[in-house]
């Protein structure tokens, strides 16, 4: 029987933005499931909380019907997949793995401007953020990283909702959750977003594994998705 995967983006992405993950990933051996959180993919939430969140994602497994799927989440996505093993430890796998994790609240300067990023134009906000958080070189792969950025951007219900999201986003990390899984940890070793230090120390404290991938940043997504599927499957098949 195939293992059912879902994979959950972050902010101000939408389930497009991990494809190029989920298709480095064999079919054969996995579902695999890209949901779009709120606000992307026309979704709304009541409360924009960990517990709206987590029960939007268990929603989601019980309409599917999908038997203990591992759950992916990258960014924003690992706060909202940490949510869902405190929540519902009962519907999805013991293995749990973070992409880019929020591992920790960000400074208060980066915590006060990221709602305030809503107010400025779609393409403005996605090149900025872009251009700070992609590490490699390779100006095509950057050009098309930016195309796809752009088109999440423009997959969002309501500014109010993309406010509401940002400051979500802000404020909770993965550690203020409690969850028993075994996890797995995958960071650009050049992540300006979450400092590798960070990462370390809580993975230690979850007795987890840490996974650094050299020259890449946060959007490692975009910036080696082959590479990250390999240490999923990896860590799925032989941990």
């Known amino acids: 029987m195939k293992q059912d995967l879902i994979l959950i983006h972050g902010f101000r992405g939408s389930e497009l933005g991990l494809k190029a993950v989920a298709d480095s990933i064999p079919s054969e051996k996995y579902n695999i499931f890209l949901i779009s959180i709120p606000p992307a993919g026309g979704h709304t939430l009541k409360e924009y909380s960990a517990r709206h969140y987590a029960k939007f994602i268990a929603d989601f497994i019980r309409e599917k019907n999908l038997k203990k799927p591992v759950i992916v989440g990258h960014s924003m996505g690992s706060i909202v997949a940490a949510a ?7 519907l999805i796998n013991n293995k749990l793995i973070f992409m880019s994790p929020i591992s920790a609240k960000p400074a208060k300067p980066f915590a006060a401007l990221t709602p305030l990023t809503v107010a400025l134009p779609n393409k403005m906000i996605g090149f900025i953020t872009t251009q700070y958080l992609f590490m490699p070189k390779d100006q095509k792969l950057k050009k098309q990283t930016l195309k ?26 993965i550690a203020d959750f409690e969850f028993k899984n075994k996890v797995l940890f995958i960071s650009g070793a050049k992540d300006r977003l979450m400092p590798r230090a960070k990462t370390e120390k809580l993975a230690k404290k979850l007795g987890a594994k840490s996974i650094f991938l050299d020259n890449s940043g946060h959007l490692i997504n975009y910036e080696c998705p082959e590479k990250v599927a390999t240490e999923i499957i990896s860590f799925l098949e032989h941990q």
Do not use: L, M
Not at 84 to 90: I, L, Q
Not at 149 to 172: E, H, L, W
């Open 148 to 173: 796809t950025v752009y088109t999440c951007g423009a997959d969002y219900t309501t500014k109010k909702d993309v406010f509401r999201s940002a400051k979500f986003s802000v404020s909770c990390c």
């Open 84 to 90: 869902v093993a405190e929540r519902y430890p009962d």
